[in-house]
């Protein structure tokens, strides 16, 4: 039997057709490409401002630097996530204070990151029980707290109306890590739309593709204007030519990813709404299955951005042993998210070890993403889920 691809990217021949005539053209980076783009994402969004760079990793780092986060300064975010939501604040040499995660969601438990903002900001005793382990005996005062970054996990947004709250009563920025919710809605509001920035990614097993591509969204005109400079060097919005005020990167995302974004922007409903039907597919057969449960979307996610189709694998099944079964029989499947603290870098660095964050590893354990793209078949589907039921005890 032919095997089934774990992700697959939705193109059509006209979207092929616009990257190829880009060739045409002298314009293969900043060019017309990536300004229409750019209006075009922000309307989609809904947001005054939107700046293409080239992944979503370059950038939450920009975003992470709009935030003012410097040496030592500490940013509440989650563990269960991929592992560029806290990198890119190591880029900037701050810490992530990780909180755990609801346990029906996976997302940021906003009682927690209240708690730990509450400490933080008080310089409380109880401040120190937040910082990682490495840091915690230092005699060092704690850094000083900057910005909450959430992550909308698996196309669920976070459940941001605590998290603005607090962010507010503290003056922290809020940074949305949106690269799985490309057109999620947390109670009627556009994932994006939430807090200072949000980035969006592109990479082909994403809702969207660019081939590699991110965007950066906020109304805020001075980050839009920072960001379009730390993209491009350094190099001032109203700079002459090759005039550098600030240390900045090339982040710049070229022409033909830009045309291909565009393109498929075009038809992002239709790109959701594959998903979100390959996805009822998986929930009608899995519903009655006590071990191999759905995800569960709450009624805040008042729009599901289906990014990935992950499954919990209940006891006397195991998650490992599911793998190396579908695995067996032709069909891929992959832990997500191997929790961010239990990363080899991160234990080292940070001195993380198992027990650190309950509900992330718990869910690290048994969450199991499926094969799952727009252009999966229902009998591709079938097979998947054929395999899993057979392994029912
Ligand atoms: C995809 C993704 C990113 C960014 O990925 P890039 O490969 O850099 O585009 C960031 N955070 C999360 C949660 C993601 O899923």
């Known amino acids: 039997m032919p095997s089934i691809p774990m992700s697959s990217p939705d193109l059509t021949d006209a979207e092929r057709a616009a990257v190829a005539a880009v060739l045409t053209t002298p314009f293969l980076s900043i060019g017309p490409q990536i300004e229409a783009f750019e209006r075009a994402f922000a309307a989609y969004v809904g947001t005054r401002h939107a700046v293409g760079v080239n992944s979503g990793t370059s950038g939450l780092h920009l975003a992470v630097i709009a935030a003012g986060v410097g040496e030592g300064d500490l940013v509440i975010t989650t563990p269960f996530s991929f592992i560029a939501s806290a990198n890119c604040i190591l880029y900037e040499r701050g810490i992530p204070v990780f909180v755990d995660v609801d346990p029906v969601t996976g997302n940021l438990d906003p009682e927690q990151a209240i708690a730990a903002a509450e400490d933080l900001m008080t310089g409380s005793a109880a401040a120190r029980r937040w910082l ?208 961010i603290h239990l990363q080899p870098f991160y234990r080292q660095r940070f001195g993380y070890a198992p027990g650190a964050f309950p509900v992330t590893e718990h869910l690290g354990e048994v969450s199991l993403a499926l094969p799952f793209a727009g252009v999966m078949s229902e009998d591709q589907v079938d097979r998947v889920c054929t395999a899993l039921l057979a392994m029912t005890p």
Request: charged residues 25%; contains cysteine.
């Open 132 to 339: 990682p382990p490495a840091l915690r005996e230092s005699n060092a005062r704690p850094g000083k707290l900057k910005a909450i970054l959430p992550v909308h996990a698996y196309g669920q947004p976070a459940d941001m109306d605590p998290l603005l709250t607090v962010a507010r009563h503290y003056g922290l920025a809020v940074i949305e890590d949106a690269c799985e919710a490309i057109g999620a809605e947390y109670r009627h509001r556009r994932a994006g739309t939430l807090g200072d920035a949000a980035v969006f990614a592109f990479y082909p097993n994403k809702q969207m593709t660019t081939g590699e591509g991110g965007m950066i969204v906020t109304e805020r005109d001075d980050w839009a204007d920072l960001f379009r400079s730390l993209r491009n060097q350094g190099r001032d919005v109203f700079d002459a030519w090759l005039n550098h005020t600030r240390l900045g990167y090339n982040y710049r995302l070229d022409e033909m990813s830009a045309a291909l974004g565009l393109a498929q922007l075009q038809r992002i409903e239709e790109l959701l709404s594959k998903r979100a039907r390959v996805a009822a597919w998986y929930t009608e057969r899995l519903a009655d299955s006590e071990f191999f449960r759905p995800p569960t979307v709450t009624a805040d996610t008042t729009r599901m951005s289906w990014f990935v189709y992950v499954v919990r694998v209940r006891p006397p099944l195991r998650r490992d042993e599911v793998i190396r079964r579908l695995a067996a029989a032709g069909i891929p499947s992959r832990p997500y998210f191997t929790p």
